[in-house]
């Protein structure tokens, strides 16, 4: 999956809210999240996005970056 810019992540509609996380995608093997959290909550970075798979029925976390 290609990484999102920080313009076209922002600009997808939030699908679901999760606790810290907005799920901005979903297929039946993908998902991509938007963080909530900034650097000043401990995070690495501001806009942290989360690409998670499904692998054997459990989602696992492929990548996470901080889009541009």
């Known amino acids: 999956m290609r990484k999102f810019s920080l313009k076209e992540i ?3 509609p939030v699908l679901k809210q ?3 996380d907005n799920l901005v995608y979903e297929s ?3 998902r991509v999240w938007l963080s909530r959290m ?3 909550d401990g995070m690495p970075f501001n806009n ?4 998670e798979t499904l692998v054997q ?4 976390i ?3 970056y901080q889009p541009v």
């Open 10 to 12: 922002c600009s997808m």
């Open 18 to 20: 999760g606790h810290f």
């Open 28 to 30: 039946t093997t993908k």
């Open 38 to 40: 900034t650097i000043e």
């Open 48 to 51: 942290q996005v989360t690409i």
């Open 57 to 60: 029925g459990k989602w696992e």
């Open 62 to 64: 492929k990548e996470q």
